[in-house]
Nanobody, 115 residues
């Protein structure tokens, strides 16, 4: 069992920055990759960024150059630094942990970017 808890969402003006955190607990050793997904109203959940156990990262084209995913293994925490935010980044952001037994999800944190 893996538990993921997000924090750091909020309301920000366009061009601003936010940093999301995802604290993991439980069977952390079973996590092969972690990622951030987002879901805007009326849209499907989409991958924003992912980081593997080995440290490889990939990003959605829409956030490349603006968002940075990272992790602190000592704190069992993953981060998403979001800069130059746009109104279209408004969504609920979810933390995901991929294990051999399946996916685990956090409860989500709302990010709202005003124009």
């Amino acid at each position: 069992q893996v538990r993921l808890v997000e924090s750091g969402g909020g309301l920000v003006q366009a061009g601003g920055s936010l940093r999301l955190s995802c604290a993991a607990s439980g069977l952390i050793f079973s996590i092969n990759a972690m990622g951030w997904y987002r879901q805007a109203p009326g849209k499907q959940r989409e991958l924003v960024a992912r980081i593997t156990r080995g440290g490889s990262t990939n990003y959605a084209d829409s956030v490349k150059g603006r968002f940075t995913i990272s992790r602190d293994n000592a704190k069992n925490t993953m981060y998403l630094q979001m800069n130059s935010l746009k109104p279209e980044d408004t969504a609920v952001y979810y933390c995901n942990g991929l294990t051999s037994r399946g996916d685990y999800w956090g409860q989500g944190t709302q990010v709202t970017v005003s124009s």
